[in-house]
């Protein structure tokens, strides 16, 4: 298990109510495994972001909380209530909200229309209101007569956001309602829909497969592969101590390097680090390291050479293979411009904590070494 080196806010949330709930989910669709075993809680207004690559199961899990989807296995509870498994809840009555990723607005509705699709059941009056009062949380009071492709592609995703609102669900789902905005739009959007959905109090569960989004939406983060929830944690234990191989990877650049345990540290091809509890199960590990966790120096002795540089404004990114053909990422300082095939010194530099996991088992947890 991975050592803890920051309060996790995920304690602080310990004490709060589970608001949704999978217990052992599965789902298949024609014989292929979309969901696996899936059991995850999430808390009572808490903004839970579900990250992983595309097909690794994320949005299906999205649909059964939603009720798009039943699962073959498992249960679903939404508050107190089961809504899947012993008992079958239609989506209507779920009290969920959902923006997917392409909006899906009516196009020949105008604004008004649309978010008052949902609300079917309220008076005149309180439709009305709702549609007024949802348009002003999301600061478009003005559009309601407006038609879809009159709007932006912002204004779109709020319209979509304004009518997941309107019904006052307790649930707000969000399947990549970003991905189809320009990067400079979709910084900005993702920062007001926070606000948006923290002023609105309900339970958020965010869809992504892009990192930054997860981390920055996300009180706590579950990475999913393959169906399945690979770490649950804040966005910082996800980053700093990754469960496993593939979360190390996914969430950011890492590499990896072989050691050797010997005496309370490892022995790598880059120095000794000293190991934190100095036991360790297997005599051959494999040790994590990001991009910043490496300095370069050019010597003539050094025992990596840099085989590919690219700028990146600030800094440079280097590639440096080892001797045993091995190669890792270094983060340097934008006046630190070595040349290709130039020989460098390499050392860890002081106070990172290094994870690495034991060799021949890719689910097997991380722990921590600390270099000094």
Not at 130 to 158: C, F, K, N, W
Not at 226 to 247: D, K, S, Y
Not at 277 to 304: K, Q
Request: proline residues 5%; aromatic residues 6%; charged residues 20%.
């Amino acid at each position: 298990m991975a050592l803890n080196l920051h309060e996790d806010h995920a304690n602080v949330m310990e004490t709060t109510t589970a608001h949704v709930t999978l217990r052992q989910v599965s789902k298949c669709f024609g014989g292929v495994t979309a969901i696996a075993d899936l059991t995850l809680e999430v808390n009572q207004g808490e903004f839970f972001s579900l990250l992983g690559p595309s097909g690794c199961g994320k949005t299906t899990t999205l649909r059964l909380i939603a009720g798009l989807e039943e699962p073959d296995l498992g249960t679903i509870a939404i508050g107190e209530d089961i809504v899947a498994g012993a008992r079958w809840i239609p989506p209507e009555k779920r009290e969920v909200g959902i923006v997917f990723q392409d909006y899906a607005l009516f196009p020949h509705m105008t604004v008004f229309k649309n978010i008052a699709f949902g609300l079917r059941w309220c008076s005149r009056q309180e439709l009305q209101q709702r549609v007024t009062e949802s348009l002003h949380m999301v600061d478009l009071s003005g559009i309601a007569q407006r038609y879809p492709h009159e709007l932006s592609g912002g204004q779109q995703q709020r319209v979509a956001l304004a009518r997941a609102l309107a019904p006052g669900p307790q649930v707000i789902l969000l399947d990549e309602p970003f991905s189809n905005l320009d990067a400079d739009l979709r910084t900005r959007i993702r920062a007001e829909v926070k606000t948006i959905l923290a002023g609105a109090g309900a339970t958020v569960i965010f869809v992504t497969h892009d990192q930054e989004e997860a981390f920055f939406i996300g009180d706590r983060v579950g990475v999913m592969n393959a169906g399945r929830l690979e770490q649950v944690g804040t966005p910082e234990a996800i980053f700093h101590r990754p469960a496993t191989p593939f979360v190390a990877q996914f969430v950011g650049i890492a590499d990896f390097i072989v050691g050797e345990v010997q005496d309370r540290a490892i022995a790598t091809e880059i120095g000794r680090l000293p190991l934190r509890n100095g036991v360790v199960g297997a005599s051959t590990v494999t040790v994590m390291v990001r991009p910043d966790f490496i300095d370069i120096r050019p010597a003539a002795d050094g025992v990596g050479v840099i085989v590919d540089r690219v700028f990146h404004g600030m800094h440079y990114l280097y590639r440096v293979r080892l001797p045993s053909g091995a190669t890792v990422q270094c983060l340097q300082h934008h006046n630190q411009c070595y040349p290709l095939n130039t020989r460098v010194a390499m050392k860890i530099n002081a106070g990172h904590s290094l994870v690495y996991f034991a060799d021949g088992d890719e689910r097997q947890d991380g722990e921590t070494i600390v270099t000094l």
